[in-house]
Nanobody, 118 residues
Framework: VQLQASGGGLVQPGGSLRLSCTAS????????IGWFRQAPGKEREFVAS????????DYADSVEGHFTISRDRAKNTVFLQMSRLKPEDTAVYFC????????????WGQGTQVTVSS
């Protein structure tokens, strides 16, 4: 599975941004797709994930309620809609995938920079 993340940019506090993660190489059926982020000087952290087949989602406490993860089957793409952005959301965002029997995310896309600043 090859993953391509896009949609990052500069946004003011309180603004919104939508990230996309498009997969190629195979369908995402049966996979769990996740978004992670890494801020400067900090470790990478989990943001949100979605099971492609069932649509079941999971969120980090820090983003629940203002980030939404979704999928578009026709486009083989997972989205991360980010709203009410805060400066502390500034980070490089990565998408990743793992199979149903995998303990960890083994497929990673390149990151996309999100900067929240006035």
């Amino acid at each position: 599975v090859q993953l391509q993340a896009s949609g990052g940019g500069l946004v003011q506090p309180g603004g919104s941004l939508r990230l996309s993660c498009t997969a190629s190489g195979r369908t995402l059926s049966g996979y769990n797709i996740g978004w992670f982020r890494q801020a400067p000087g900090k470790e990478r952290e989990f943001v949100a994930s979605i099971w492609w087949s069932s649509g079941i989602t999971d969120y980090a406490d820090s983003v629940e309620g203002h980030f939404t993860i979704s999928r578009d089957r026709a486009k083989n793409t997972v989205f991360l809609q980010m709203s009410r952005l805060k400066p502390e959301d500034t980070a490089v965002y990565f998408c990743a995938a793992r199979g149903a029997s995998d303990r960890s995310f083994g497929y990673w896309g390149q990151g996309t920079q999100v900067t929240v600043s006035s």
